[in-house]
């Protein structure tokens, strides 16, 4: 079992920056896919991106046109969201997620995410 909290959020202008960290913590850690997801009110949630187990493999929306980079480190057991160039279509309260699996496979689906933090908002004003 693993247990997820987000940070980072907050408000920010059209065009600018914020970084998002998910904090890890239970039993092997290292073990499991992550990934991030977004959730905009009356939408369903919508992939934002996932990272395999050591961030060598990065997984992203087609939709977030290389504006957002995840990334990954073990030994402190966070994995981060770090968003660029954003815009006000981007507000969404953001997740982190965790699955476990024995192949490195990086799903867009949150059905396949066993594990979820609380979510963090992102307010993008224009």
């Known amino acids: 079992q693993v247990h997820l909290v987000e940070s980072g959020g907050g408000l920010v202008q059209a065009g600018g920056s914020l970084r998002l960290s998910c904090a890890a913590s239970?039993?092997?850690?290292?073990?499991?896919?992550m990934g991030w997801f977004r959730q905009a009110p009356g939408k369903e949630r919508e992939f934002v991106g996932a990272?395999?187990?050591?961030?060598?493999?990065?997984n992203y929306a087609d939709s977030l046109e290389g504006r957002f980079t995840i990334s990954r480190d073990n030994a402190k057991n966070t994995v981060d969201l770090q968003m660029n160039s954003l815009k006000p279509e981007d507000t969404a309260v953001y997740y982190c997620?965790?699955?476990?699996?024995?192949?490195?496979?990086?799903?867009?689906?949150?059905?396949?995410?066993?594990?979820w933090g609380q979510g963090t908002q992102v307010t993008v004003s224009s």
């Open positions: 997620a965790a699955r476990f699996s024995g192949r490195e496979q990086l799903s867009p689906e949150p059905s396949d995410y066993k594990y």
């Open positions: 239970g039993r092997a850690v290292s073990s499991y896919l």
């Open positions: 990272v395999g187990w050591s961030g060598a493999r990065v």
